[in-house]
Every structure is written in C-alpha cells, then in structure tokens.
C-alpha cells in the first residue's frame, strides 16, 4: 500500500514558504508485530509545529530533514496486528502530515466515546482544548468571577479559552482581527478588542474601554503588543498563563520584549509558561469537564477546513497569517 | 525640641541630583495623647524610595512635596505618652529622613531581642533581610540542592538570598560589578560574575560557564542585560522571583524589555512580583529562623555607612551608582 507524506528540505528562517513542503510518495512494507495502519481522516496542523521546523531541540524534538512530518491526526484503522486495535477502530494519533499511517499500535489511542464530531478531538476536545482548559485553571488558577482577557481569542486554544472563562462569571475580553473573528466573539457574549492598526498604547486604551476594572487573568497566546497592553491593564495579582507567542515564531532575529515589563513587580503578577505535553496526565479529568458541554452545545467550536492532503501547507502557513477561525483542520 | 527632616522639591526626571533634597529645620509641637519622640540613630535608604519620589501611586503612596521624607529607621524613645514605650526604649519605625522623629506609638516596633546591633535591624533582619528570605523560599519556591542566580548580589537584599541560598547546597552565582563586591561574593563561597563590560550575550556565556547545569531560581534585583542573561541560563520549571528593577528606577522613558521573553515559554518558567509589604505577616517566622544565624555569626552581613544626617541624600543617590556592598545606612 502506498502512503504519500510531507517533508520539509530545509531549515526555514523566518516565515516559511510553501516551497519548503515536499510531497513523497512510498510504498508500505507489511505490518510488523503490533503495528497498525490507519486511513487518516483528519490532520491537524498547529502553530507549535514552527518550532519543531527550526532544527534545534526546544521542550520537543525537531523535525528531521527528509523524514514524514509529524502532527495530530484522526482516522479509521484499516489494518491491525495489535492486539487492543482491531480494524474500524477510530483513533488519533501523531502520524499526520499524510494520508495513510503506520505506527506501533501503543502509539494510537481509540477516540473517548462522547458524541462529537471525530475532528473534534483534534480540537476543543483534543490538544488545543486541553490547553485552552489547563492554562486557564491550572496555571493561571482562574476563579469564578475573575475578569480574563484572550489573545489570538477566536483561534483553536483561544476560542475555548474564552468560553470556559465566560461560563465563570466576570468580564471576558478576546483579542483578534479579523472582522468575522470579532464577530464569533461578540456572537458568544465576549467583548472583542481588534488589534489592528493599534500599537501597544492604543490597544491599551481599547481593553481599558472594554473592561475598566482591569484584568485578573490574561491567556497568552501572542506576544507583541498584545502582552504589553495586558501588562499594563491586568490587576494587582493577576496572573498571566504563557501558552504561546504566535508573533515571534516566524521572527529572523531577536526582537524587544515590552517595555513595560517592570509591571510584573509593580502589580506582583505571575506569569508562567506551559506546554501543555506536561500535563497530559489531566486529560480524562479535562475530558470529563469539558466533553459533556461540547456534546450538548454549551460550548461551541469554529472550524477551518482545507481539503486533501496537498493543501496541508498551505493550512499550517495560513496559521500565521491568522485565516482560522478556530481550529484549522484538514480533511482528506 | 528642634527636628531636621529631609523634603524633595520636585517630581524628578531620570537620575534625581542632589539639589533635589533640601533641609528643613522645624520646632516640634508638644506630644500629643499615644506619640512618641525619638531621636533616630541610623537611617535606611532603600532603592524602592525612588518610585515613592515619582509622584505617582504604585503599590505605596507616593511622597508629597515639602512634607517630609519617609523611611526605615531606628532609634531610641526620648519622651513618651504611649503606654507601651518608655523613655530609653529602642525601636524601629519608618519615619526616617530625619533626627528628631515624632508620631503615634503605633507606629512604632520595639526593636526584636536578638543580640545583634541595633542597625541589623534595617538590614539583614529588617525588609531587606525579609525581603531575600520572602522571595527565594516563598516566591521561587527555592528547594534544597537548587542551583541559584543572583543579581546585585552584594546589595543589600542580594547579599542575604546567595547566603541562604548557599546554604542550601547547589551552586550559587552571584552577579556584581566592582572588583571589592566580586570579592566580598567569592569569599563567601559564592561563584561571582561580573556584569560589567558585557552585553547579554557575553554575560550568558559567563554565567554558563560558572554554572554548565543551569539554574533552577533567579532572584531578580537588576532587569535589563542581567533579566536577559538570567532567562538564557536558567533550567526548565525554572523560577524567577522579581524583587526588583533597579536598571530602570531612574529610566527617562521605556526602554525595550528582553528579547528572549519566550523563553518563559519554551522553559515552562515561572516568574513572579512581590512587594514585601504583602508578606509582612511572616517576619515572625523569617526572624525566628534567620535571626539566631546572624547573631551566631553563620550569615555575615555587609554594610556601606554615611555620617550624618547631611549625607542621607548622598548615601540614597549612591545606591544607584551601585557605590554599596550590603546594607546602606546613615549613621547620625
């Protein structure tokens, strides 16, 4: 059986472009003991991933030069000598970035049984959701009432993010651009701030606006400006979770930080970063949590779809130039 | 009864010159009702004053024009109509900047009665002392064996944290400037490291060289190239506890902040804020532990001493100049 997959040729500096995705085709050669293989459905691509693109060991390997790209992915198993997996099953994996995987079967778990879409747990159930949930309450230890701010709010972690803090009471205030992301927003009951065309001062006075009071969380997924406005609008004992810098992973060079960072002694604030492979163990607990409100429509999820395997780059660069909403997804 | 007392004429820009404190000279009314008089013996400038001359309230009010300045101080109890404070009683409060202070004797602490003299008390088990204590434990979470990082490392706050710090196991490094500091460090057991002559790229390369495994805590004092370095060598889980800034106290403008901030998130760091006003509560229990091994000789303290009330402007713009090894005091 063939498998066509992704590579990249190089090591990007600053944005990648779509020339540095090959696509290679291979023939599979027979299940060994207790492989499986899977027809992917679904593939995931992240912002994480422009890490593992720049050759150096960060909290994850990199990726290597020539070998298939790696990356959550949801499918059917179509072939098993694992003896826990059986054909039909659906599972997720890290296998993506292609369109048939084959892997140890200890390496692919069977989809939890709550009703939901399958893709979903590529999303507000899976990875980004489990972030949006763990930086949330354990890491910025939100409590009912606190007022949140989101950055990148409309995006996969983002859009979560901003639900989960909304259903606890307290103002919640997301950041994004695009006109259709601020709508999502506003449509869920979530202020929307747009950073466009605003520097660090003027996007200070628009979260002012929005939420007087000021701020006692702030969910990180940006960087920029978007930090140096929280910084000067969050609380006295806020609490700032460190998920991403979505700005800065495409960056040529070191870049300043804010200038007003003497804020984290003035207000005591804590800011802390996660990854959040370091607290998988929390998984069934997020799912218990969380799964029951995505299945019964408490908590909504956007997606973002390209379709088939070709355009799998074309989704992964599209992260950075901020065109999801919500999870961007690829079908095949 | 005559008081000399210390007033700041102007909301200073930037480094504050000398012209910016004048002498008063004033006749004190008759005790009231609860106030104690007490002729001050040693004065503490601490580098937090500085934010108190911005005009500007932060976590502490600041000073008001032509009244005057506020400050740690100890001295003895000359007259008082305070049923807890007799004639000949020593004590700490925080009208400083002066030598005749006069005020309710509620405001008033006798002075502990660990056998230490009396200026300890402003220093190594005054906020300084407390300071250090608060931060390595309570705020970075300091366990046995930890490597630590320290900046102005022989200030007075710096110089208690490498020593409690050292004494818990792990290499400690300490970060100071003038030959006479690197040496008052190295015989204390401390691995020092100047920042002097070195961007943070060089400064990184020192402190990895004092310390190849990493840190696991920086007590931050300094900000600017020392936050930088500090953030390129410490440990993953690493925890900064922000103390302070005292690169930016006298800053005319914002200046960027590091350009490695993502390392928060690529270290999974911790960084926190603290005001030792918060945790005053614990001086009890900081005193307990800390004071009998002052007293007994194990931690050595520092002191930098100006004569005479004239000079407390002096000693307080010295700081900044980084002319102190360990506490700097006036002495009247």
Same mark, same amino acid.
């Given at each position: 059986?063939?498998?066509?997959?992704?590579?990249?040729?190089?090591?990007?500096?600053?944005?990648?472009?779509?020339?540095?995705?090959?696509?290679?085709?291979?023939?599979?050669?027979?299940?060994?003991?207790?492989?499986?293989?899977?027809?992917?459905?679904?593939?995931?691509?992240?912002?994480?991933?422009?890490?593992?693109?720049?050759?150096?060991?960060?909290?994850?390997?990199?990726?290597?030069?020539?070998?298939?790209?790696?990356?959550?992915?949801? *499918? =059917?198993?179509?072939?098993?000598?694992?003896?826990?997996? +059986? &054909? /039909?099953?659906?599972?997720?994996?890290? %296998?993506?970035? #292609?369109?048939?995987?084959?892997?140890?079967?200890?390496?692919?778990?069977?989809?939890?049984?709550?009703?939901?879409?399958?893709?979903?747990?590529?999303?507000?159930?899976?990875?980004?959701?489990?972030?949006?949930?763990?930086?949330?309450?354990?890491?910025?230890?939100?409590?009912? *009432? =606190?007022?949140?701010?989101?950055?990148?709010?409309?995006? +996969? &972690? /983002?859009?979560?993010?901003?639900?989960? %803090?909304?259903? #606890?009471?307290?103002?919640?205030?997301?950041?994004?651009?695009?006109?259709?992301?601020?709508?999502?927003?506003?449509?869920?009951?979530?202020?929307?701030?747009?950073?466009?065309?605003?520097?660090?001062?003027?996007?200070?006075?628009?979260?002012?606006?929005?939420?007087?009071?000021?701020? =006692?969380?702030?969910?990180?997924?940006?960087?920029?400006?978007?930090?140096?406005?929280?910084?000067?609008?969050?609380?006295?004992?806020?609490?700032?979770?460190?998920?991403?810098?979505?700005?800065?992973?495409?960056?040529?060079?070191?870049?300043?930080?804010?200038?007003?960072?003497?804020?984290?002694?003035?207000?005591?604030?804590?800011?802390?970063?996660?990854?959040?492979?370091?607290?998988?163990?929390?998984?069934?607990?997020?799912?218990?949590?969380?799964?029951?409100?995505?299945?019964?429509?408490?908590?909504?999820?956007?997606?973002?779809?390209?379709?088939?395997?070709?355009?799998?780059?074309?989704?992964?660069?599209?992260?950075?130039?901020?065109?999801?909403?919500?999870?961007?997804?690829?079908?095949?």
């Amino acid at each position: 059986m063939q498998s066509r997959y992704f590579t990249i040729n190089d090591v990007p500096q600053g944005t990648p472009g779509r020339e540095l995705f090959e696509l290679h085709e291979t023939a599979l050669p027979d299940l060994a003991e207790g492989e499986v293989r899977i027809r992917n459905s679904w593939l995931s691509v992240d912002p994480y991933m422009r890490g593992r693109m720049s050759g150096v060991k960060t909290y994850i390997a990199p990726f290597t030069l020539g070998e298939p790209l790696e990356g959550a992915a949801v *499918g =059917d198993v179509i072939e098993s000598r694992h003896p826990r997996l +059986a &054909v /039909g099953d659906k599972v997720r994996h890290m %296998a993506g970035w #292609r369109d048939i995987a084959q892997l140890p079967g200890d390496q692919v778990e069977p989809l939890p049984g709550i009703e939901v879409p399958e893709q979903a747990y590529l999303g507000v159930l899976g990875m980004p959701g489990m972030t949006a949930w763990t930086g949330l309450y354990q890491i910025a230890g939100m409590q009912q *009432g =606190d007022n949140v701010l989101v950055s990148a709010a409309s995006g +996969a &972690v /983002g859009s979560l993010a901003v639900q989960l %803090a909304k259903a #606890r009471g307290g103002t919640v205030v997301g950041i994004a651009g695009a006109p259709e992301k601020l709508e999502w927003l506003a449509s869920h009951g979530i202020e929307a701030v747009s950073y466009r065309d605003r520097n660090a001062q003027q996007l200070t006075e628009a979260l002012q606006a929005a939420c007087p009071e000021g701020f =006692d969380v702030y969910y990180e997924n940006v960087g920029g400006v978007c930090l140096e406005a929280a910084l000067n609008t969050l609380r006295t004992g806020g609490r700032i979770a460190v998920c991403g810098m979505i700005a800065r992973y495409n960056a040529e060079g070191p870049a300043p930080g804010p200038s007003n960072l003497a804020m984290v002694l003035i207000k005591r604030l804590r800011m802390q970063g996660f990854i959040i492979f370091d607290h998988w163990n929390d998984y069934p607990r997020f799912l218990e949590e969380v799964g029951p409100q995505v299945a019964n429509g408490e908590i909504d999820y956007a997606e973002t779809i390209e379709e088939g395997l070709e355009r799998t780059p074309d989704a992964f660069l599209a992260l950075f130039e901020g065109a999801n909403t919500g999870k961007m997804l690829v079908r095949l």
